[in-house]
């Protein structure tokens, strides 16, 4: 089983300011079709979960671009530029290489 | 635009089987794979499966021997059933529409339901 680990589990941020969240795999995520098969979602208080980056570094539909995304092989990174309000809540990284597995979520607030 | 909706009782007796149904409208639930995810109250996210059709389905290992999942393309529904529930069964139970592979590229989980609760309590 490939198992993904967050890190921090929780993040208290001002607005305005920067945010990272680690997300580490025990095995590369790279496929042999050249593709890296890494997710993020943000799970908003009450909502279900949305997709923000798909293969490591594309915002989906409708996404600010101050959400960012790389990484390569197991060790990735969630970068939101400047926090806001709007963006709290859980966010969880994914992965589809084999099977489906999230990582135990961080949680954001806002300070 | 896609929208997928969960239905299914909300509580479920200790040892009986669980079922959903989510139905799919704006686009036709054979076009694309479709999963199954679950995530009790306060925790993280769990994957259940992934069907494509009903003799395509792809299970979570550590549920495989309790889960099934289907569909019916003429109501536009795929549906869940996990036997022999426990209390840890007890979760809110999502469908999402999981794609894959798409003109060269690979999304999951583009769209969600807004989940149903199930508890399992006799």
């Known amino acids: 089983d490939i198992v993904l680990t967050q890190t921090p589990l929780s993040l208290s941020v001002t607005p305005g300011q920067p945010a990272s969240i680690s997300c580490k795999s025990s095995?590369?995520?790279?496929?042999?079709?050249?593709?890296?098969?890494l997710y993020w979602y943000l799970q908003k208080p009450g909502q279900s979960p949305q997709l923000l980056i798909y293969?490591?570094?594309s915002r989906f539909s409708g996404v600010p671009d101050r959400f960012s995304g790389s990484g390569s092989g197991t060790d990735f990174t969630l970068k939101i530029s400047r926090v806001e309000a709007e963006d709290v809540g859980v966010y969880y990284c994914?992965?589809?290489?084999?099977?489906?597995?999230f990582g135990q979520g961080t949680t954001v607030e806002i300070k | 635009q896609v929208q997928l909706q969960e239905s299914g009782p909300g509580l479920v007796k200790p040892s009986e089987t669980l079922s959903l149904t989510c139905t799919v409208s704006?686009?036709?639930?054979?076009?694309?794979?479709w999963s199954w995810l679950r995530q009790p109250a306060g925790k993280g996210l769990e994957w259940i499966g992934r069907?494509?059709?009903?003799?395509?389905?792809t299970y979570n290992p550590s549920l495989k021997s309790r889960v099934t999942m289907s569909l019916d393309t003429s109501k536009n529904q795929l549906s869940l059933k996990v036997r022999s529930v426990t209390a840890a069964d007890t979760a809110v139970y999502y469908c999402?529409?999981?794609?894959?592979?798409?003109?060269?590229?690979?999304?999951?989980?583009?769209?969600w339901g807004q989940g149903t609760l199930v508890t399992v309590s006799s």
């Open positions: 095995q590369s995520l790279l496929h042999s079709d050249g593709k890296t098969y």
């Open positions: 994914m992965q589809a290489i084999h099977l489906r597995t």
């Open positions: 999402a529409r999981d794609p894959g592979m798409v003109r060269g590229v690979v999304t999951a989980f583009d769209y």
């Open positions: 704006g686009g036709s639930i054979s076009s694309s794979y």
């Open positions: 293969e490591v570094s």
């Open positions: 069907i494509y059709t009903s003799e395509s389905a």
